[in-house]
């Protein structure tokens, strides 16, 4: 199973985009890529650069390891992750 960490700070986030962008839709992809494993906080800010290039990648499961923070369907965390 391959899974990547995308965590660090911005020179080491902008290093992973480099590395991930083999795996986005559409490329030719040496490998499969499992999981990418995405601290809830990137996907706060709207107008997040982590959240642009996340947004990229086609998800088929969202597991999110602070569920209680999602409990009201209503609630802007809620709507900025189903965005």
């Known amino acids: 199973m391959k899974v ?4 660090g700070s ?12 083999q795996y986005l839709p559409g490329k030719p992809l040496e490998g499969q890529l499992d999981a990418i494993l995405v601290p809830i906080t990137y996907y706060q800010k709207e107008k997040s650069d982590d959240r642009s290039f996340l947004h990229k990648f ?3 499961y969202l597991v999110v ?5 999602l409990k009201n369907s209503a609630s802007t965390r809620y709507r900025q992750l189903d965005k």
Do not use: P, S, V
Request: glycine share 0%; aromatic share 8%.
């Open 10 to 21: 911005l020179d080491e986030r902008q290093d992973l985009q480099d590395t991930l962008r």
């Open 58 to 60: 086609r998800f088929d």
């Open 4 to 7: 990547i960490k995308y965590h």
């Open 65 to 69: 390891d602070e569920a209680h923070m």
